[in-house]
């Protein structure tokens, strides 16, 4: 009598139990893959506003910089319009590092040829202070001679310079 009732939970317990934990199962995989997924979703849409934030950068500033002015060979000028175009481009910056979620610095890259200046490759970088919770401009931050074309590190760089154009670089 005992056995036959011993059989008959086994019977029913077992089934049970076997469902319910493939149910629990199943329920908890697809609770993990849609919090996975929404996760994905929103980092990818903050990646995709921080790139297009690059994009709106480099069209203002092949928009708005005097090209002609640049290649029209006078260095005082072309010295004196570029130091004032960098210095008006630091606000432009500020707002855009300040605006987008998640962006850690934003800057501008000119071709060290553009703005006459063979020492500093840059001059507006824009960088967040974790300290003071805000955003610091740096001015000559690296000097050209430490820039090497083959090192891949520097292809934030020199990628931009290449391709005529503003572009998202690697791992950024």
Do not use: C, H
Not at 59 to 74: A, K, P, Q, R, V
Not at 107 to 136: A, C, G, H, M, T
């Amino acid at each position: 009598m005992i056995l036959s009732i011993v059989i008959s939970l086994s019977i029913v317990f077992v089934p049970t139990v076997l469902f319910t934990s493939n149910n629990v199962r199943a329920s908890a995989i697809k609770e993990y893959i849609d919090k996975t997924s929404l996760k994905a979703k929103k980092i990818d849409i903050k990646l995709n506003n921080i790139k297009n934030s690059v994009i709106n950068i480099s069209d203002f500033i092949e928009y708005t910089i005097d090209m002609n002015l640049i290649f029209s060979g006078d260095e005082i000028e072309i010295n004196k319009y570029m130091n004032s175009y960098i210095a008006n481009l630091e606000n432009l910056l500020k707002k855009n590092a300040k605006s987008v979620e998640d962006n850690i610095d934003a800057y501008v890259v000119f071709n060290y040829d553009l703005i006459r200046n063979k020492e500093y490759p840059y001059q507006s970088l824009l960088v967040y202070d974790n300290y003071s919770n805000s955003y610091k401009l740096s001015e000559n931050v690296a000097k050209i001679s430490d820039f090497k074309e083959d090192d891949i590190a520097f292809s934030w760089y020199f990628n931009p310079i290449y391709n005529a154009s503003g572009v998202w670089s690697n791992p950024y």
